[in-house]
Structure formats: C-alpha cells, structure tokens
C-alpha cells in the first residue's frame, strides 16, 4: 500500500539554543545552485576559495585546512583519530559534556588519557594542565574553547604556552566559538582545530571546518600505523583538496560547500572583529535583562562566552513548560541543559545570525511573560529595559 505526505513544511522559529542557529538567507539561497561534479574544474575553483576563506576565519597560514564531510563531531574525530595512535598519551580538559566527548574518542583512538577537571560552569585552570603535561608528558593536549554545555569561554594563551614548552600538540575544539570569537590559530599555536558550520558561521549544520599546523600534519605523516578511518584520513582528504591532481575520495556535498562558501564571504564581509563585537554586545544586553528579571547567570564574569549564555531555572519553574510554550506561543527555541545541568539551566545561543538585538528583546519579553505566568516574581518590562540600557550605551 502507498502512502502520500504532504510537501515538505517546517514553521519559522527563531533558533536560539546550542546550535543550528538561524541560517543566513544568502546561504540558503546558495545552497540551491546547481549541482556540478566533484572534479569538474568550476568546482575546483569553489573548494579553492573555501579553503582559502577558511584560513582567514580561522587565522592562519595552515595549508592543511578543510571542511571535513559531517558535523562537528566529525571534526571532532578527524583531529584525533589521524593523530592518536594505540598507547599515546593525551591530557585532556573536561569542564562539561563536550570534553568528556573528546575523552571518549581519544579512548576509542587507543590513547591514554589524563583529565583535568574543573567543575561544569567553570575554566579549566592553566595551573591545573601544567601539573599534568609534567606527569602524562602528552603527545597532545585536548581544550574546548566554548564549552556549549555549560556556556564557559576557556582562556587558551597561558595554556598554549605550557603546551608549546612541552612540546606537545595542542588541540581546540572551536565548534561553538568560530565566527563569534577570535580562534587565532597562528597567533595562539593552536596545531589543530576544528568547528562546525551550524553555530556562528551561520549556516546550516554539515560540515565541519579543520586545520592543523605543519606540526601537526608531520605527526599524522609519522604514524606507525595506518589511519583507522577511510573516511576521514587527512591524507586521504588533503589530495582531493589541495593535491597536483585532484582525485576522488568520496564525494563532498556540494550544496553544503556552496553554503560554506557563502557564509564565510558574510563572516569576512562583515568584518571578524565586529563580528565578535555584535556577539559580545547581544551577551551583555542579554544578561542585564536576564538578571533584572531575576535569572542568574552559570558562568562567572569574564569567562562567559558571548554566543552561548548559561541561565538558572528559578525554583519552582517548570524546564519543559517554560521551554515548549517558547516554541508553541512566541516560536523561540532555547536549549535545555546537557548533562547535569538538565533541568537545571537553560542554554540560550546568540549565534551568527542569531545574534541580534531583536532577538535578545524578543526572548526577553517571552520569557518574562512566561515566567510571570508561572508565578516568578518579576518586574514587568525590567528584562527589556535593562537589556536597551545596553545597547544605549554603545
Ligand atoms: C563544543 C562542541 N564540540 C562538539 C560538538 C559536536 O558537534 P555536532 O553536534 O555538530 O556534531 C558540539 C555541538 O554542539 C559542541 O558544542
């Protein structure tokens, strides 16, 4: 028996969770290009400009630079799998749900890992990743950059130094923190980095933008043993990319380099720095007006990452309640928290094209509806107000 559907239909929302936040309608509209072939010269060109754009987000020389087929995740396993081999040892930062991820992976490469934890909503201490390069004398040093589950923004320059003494590699998952925050890779000595194209690049989520450093490129060259995964082989992957002849690994989404392309050209037209600057700006507005209508902020000021900010649920407030009539009354999507912060936090993402004024007004005002509804006790219009003061400031 056949059954019909009716087309395809997805409400508008305004995405303002951990990610995909909202695509920016040029890259969506770049996505509906025709298809080509995987070798076809007029292709080549667009994989060249990517990658040449990519180094610019990225900030770095890295000739080693491409979007990985995949979400960040993939990212995430393309950079460890090609470096780790069985009995390597890594240290790596666990501060959330993502670090944990890393750990995990690094396990499954057959590396030894040695954590340094430090509790969800809070950086991991450079101190804290000395103590264990001393002891663990790592190949490589693994660090998110924004830890999207609890919302903290890691400082990297003191801990890029204790790497680059000990001579290890040093990773950064910049998943969350591309496009919204300097990454710097060069400046910084990051040897690997990956992030993903759905949070602050503005796109849809299905790549995942990596680079690794010469450093880095040699140690995947010195393997005693062959990169575990097809798929993900970075030397596999670098002669379709960048090889004298192109060859065919395995065919790439074209829709999705189309859109690559095309948010990288609306990150750079933008300017990076003002880029960061709106991210930080929408953050500060947000959290004046979340905390004028009595909603705490997780992360201690100063190591806040501005696309991703991390709230307390008020006593007494129902998590689901508050977060579905987000969706079904105002078609604001806000995120939940991950692991032990479930029930406990909410994550509300300004990302990329997310993150706009109109958009911090307009999930202030719910909320404060929302809340009020449900008994909190608010000023009316206090998160508003407090939120335009902001904004009058600058
Ligand atoms: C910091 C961080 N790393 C890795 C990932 C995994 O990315 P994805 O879900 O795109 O596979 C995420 C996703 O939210 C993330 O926030």
């Known amino acids: 028996m ?110 030894a890992v040695t954590a340094v934890e430090a509790p969800w909503g809070s950086a991991i201490p450079a101190e804290d990743v000395a103590d264990a390069v ?14 999207t589950s609890t919302g903290v923004l890691q400082p990297l320059d003191d801990i890029s130094k204790i790497v680059k003494d000990s001579g290890a590699l040093f990773l950064t998952d910049c998943v969350t923190s591309l496009g919204g925050q300097p990454v710097d890779l060069d400046r910084r000595g990051i040897d690997i980095a990956y992030s993903g ?106 190591y806040r990452a501005p696309m991703l900010t991390t709230i307390n649920i008020p006593d007494g407030i129902d998590d689901v309640d508050i977060r579905n009539r987000l969706i079904e009354d105002f078609g604001i999507e806000i995120g939940g928290g991950l692991g032990i912060f479930k ?3 909410w994550r509300i993402g300004l990302m990329g094209e997310s993150s706009t004024q109109r958009n911090v007004l307009l999930v202030l005002s719910a909320l404060e509806k929302l809340l009020a509804e449900a008994g909190h006790d608010l000023e009316a219009g206090a998160g508003a107000r407090a939120a335009s003061e902001v904004y009058a400031q600058a």
């Not at 001393?134 to 830890?147: D, G, Q, W």
């Not at 990076?272 to 929408?282: G, I, P, T």
Request: hydrophobic fraction near 40%; charge should be neutral; glycine fraction near 10%.
């Open 2 to 111: 056949t059954q019909s559907y009716d087309e395809l239909k997805a409400s508008p929302r305004v995405l303002l969770g951990p990610g995909p936040s909202d695509a920016n309608p040029r890259v969506l509209k770049a996505m509906t290009t025709p298809m080509l072939g995987y070798l076809d010269g007029e292709f080549i060109q667009i994989l060249d400009e990517t990658v040449n754009l990519l180094r610019q987000v990225f900030g770095t020389g890295n000739k080693l630079t491409l979007p990985v087929s995949g979400t960040g995740t993939a990212g995430m396993e393309a950079a460890l799998c090609n470096v780790i081999e069985p009995g390597d040892s890594v240290v790596v930062g666990i501060n959330g749900y993502f670090g944990g991820r890393i750990a995990d992976i690094v396990q499954r490469c057959g590396g």
């Open 134 to 147: 001393k002891s663990a004398n790592p190949k490589l040093v693994a660090i998110i950059h924004a830890e």
């Open 197 to 302: 194209t759905q949070k602050c690049l503005g796109g849809p989520p299905g790549l995942a933008p990596i680079s690794f450093s010469d450093r880095a490129v040699e140690a995947i060259h010195n393997r005693a043993s062959k990169v575990q995964s097809f798929y993900l082989d970075m030397t596999l992957l670098e002669a379709y990319w960048s090889g004298e002849v192109r060859n065919y690994h395995h065919t790439v989404s074209m829709s999705m380099i189309y859109a690559l392309h095309e948010s990288l050209r609306v990150v750079l037209e933008e300017g990076l720095q003002d880029r960061y600057k709106r991210h930080e700006r929408n953050a500060a507005a947000l959290i004046a007006g979340a905390t004028a209508i009595g909603l705490k902020p997780i992360v201690q000021e100063g």
């Open 343 to 345: 029930g406990k936090a």
